[in-house]
């Protein structure tokens, strides 16, 4: 079988030598010879396992290309190459999570017929797309609580392990290569929410774009934050969070606080993890690599042996789900939680019954106070239990207009974790 790599950095590499390394194995377990023929790359490529071109054109005038291999990244430039593959029915695998969530049904729509494999799209090394396709098919999906960004969890992890600064620990990343020179597409939480919502498509057939859910980042956790949820035996993650109740899906990307005796909680460093509860299995979580080359390379290479087994696979839906029952996305503000509020305050009579009063005037209900006072200033921190989004939000407008304020209220919400 011969394979087309539509890209050669990083992870176009590691198929490559994967393919050619593993070849006998790889043979034996899917009745093919899998082998890399050509790839696609913007430059030279001079050491490169496989012949590079720089012209896509070479590629797709080739009639013996049985499988192509896309890791382009971006959207729209390969969203386009990818239809106009499936178009011409041409089976497809790809890795890119940017692509999906924006473009998934139209995809999948184009695929009808076609094999189309995403499995590295979503938390490397992790199966989790067939876990969730096929392993955990007979369940409803009551709900996913993930850490699928490991730029954000090797922050958090040595803000809480070293004691620093969110810039301390963003440059520690950035000098080990976990964090780009640009980190905003991970600490936003944007690189999050695209592999949430992939996993909210398998699970409920969701059809939502990053804009339509509630995507929070990390830049604004500070030592503080941490001290609070260390005290309380809390731990702070970047989490993405689908929960199905009434026929609604909740979805949100934000940085949490979990119990420290969960699982999730004792995820650490660059590591992925995804829980997942279902009616029948109720509780299962898979750790392992979310990002890197040959992590990245596994997964995009159980895909091509999915193909070379079964060329029949592309008969079911390209998403794994096809339903009558429509699930619709709760709206923002109808999120039910719990939160933790800092308050940075003048200290002074009066200032927490003001701040309570907002609190009652708002159905806001306080769980946890406690306060650090530094000269004429005060750090409050509260925890509260369950209430809207709107209700908090409405809160947070109100304390903005009170003169005791001395920095913005900094917000995050509480998970029960798994």
């Known amino acids: 079988m011969k394979i087309a790599l539509l ?18 194995i790889i043979s034996a377990r899917c009745g093919q010879i899998l082998e890399p023929v050509i790839a696609l790359a913007r430059s030279k490529k001079p050491n490169s396992l496989v012949p590079v071109v720089n012209d896509i054109n070479e590629i797709l005038k080739r009639d013996d290309i049985d499988i ?58 992790i199966p989790i797309i067939r876990i969730l396709k096929e392993g955990l098919s007979a369940n409803n999906i009551i709900s996913i609580k993930a850490i699928l960004n490991g730029t954000s969890n090797f922050i958090l992890s040595s803000m809480k392990q070293k004691n620093t600064s969110f810039a301390e620990a963003l440059k520690e990343a ?64 970047l ?11 909740e979805l949100r990307v934000n940085p949490s606080l979990l119990p420290k005796n969960t699982m999730l909680a004792k ?7 995804i829980s997942i509860s279902g009616d029948m299995l109720k509780e299962s979580l898979y750790y392992g690599e979310g990002a890197g080359g040959e992590a990245t390379a596994s997964a995009v290479i159980s895909d091509i042996m999915e193909f070379a087994r079964n060329s029949n696979s592309s008969k079911l839906p390209m998403l794994g789900f096809s339903s009558k029952v429509n699930f619709s996305l709760i709206e923002k503000d109808e999120i039910y939680a719990k939160y933790y509020l800092r308050l940075r305050v003048e200290d002074k009579l009066g200032v927490l019954s003001k701040i309570t009063k907002l609190m ?46 001395k920095d913005e209220v900094f917000m995050m919400r509480m998970e029960n974790g798994t």
């Not at 497809?92 to 076609?114: G, I, P, Q």
């Not at 989490?239 to 899906?249: D, S, T």
């Open 174 to 237: 950035q000098n080990l290569g976990y964090a780009e020179a640009d980190p905003s597409f991970d600490i936003n939480g944007d690189d999050a929410a695209h592999k949430l919502l992939i996993l909210s498509s398998i699970a409920y057939g969701l059809k939502a774009k990053p804009e339509d859910i509630l995507i929070e980042g990390i830049s604004k956790i500070s030592a503080d934050d941490m001290y609070f949820a260390d005290e309380f035996d809390l731990v702070i993650k």
């Open 7 to 24: 890209g050669y950095g990083t992870v176009g590499s590691a198929v490559a030598k994967v393919l050619l390394e593993n070849q006998e």
């Open 267 to 273: 995820v650490d460093g660059v590591m992925n993890a």
């Open 239 to 249: 989490l993405g969070v689908a929960k199905a109740k009434n026929g609604k899906i």
């Open 360 to 405: 009652c005037d708002n159905e806001i209900s306080v769980d946890i106070f406690l306060q650090k006072p530094k000269g004429k200033e005060s750090t409050l921190f509260f925890t509260t239990h369950h209430t809207y989004e709107r209700s908090i939000k409405n809160l947070i407008q109100a304390l903005k207009q009170q003169d005791f304020m």
């Open 68 to 125: 192509y291999i896309e890791l382009m990244g971006g959207i729209d430039e390969p969203f386009k190459l990818v239809s106009k593959l499936l178009k011409r029915k041409k089976p497809v695998v790809s890795a890119n999570k940017a692509m999906l969530a924006y473009h998934r049904y139209e995809l999948e729509t184009l695929a009808k017929d076609t094999f189309f494999g995403y499995e590295a799209s979503v938390a490397g090394g």
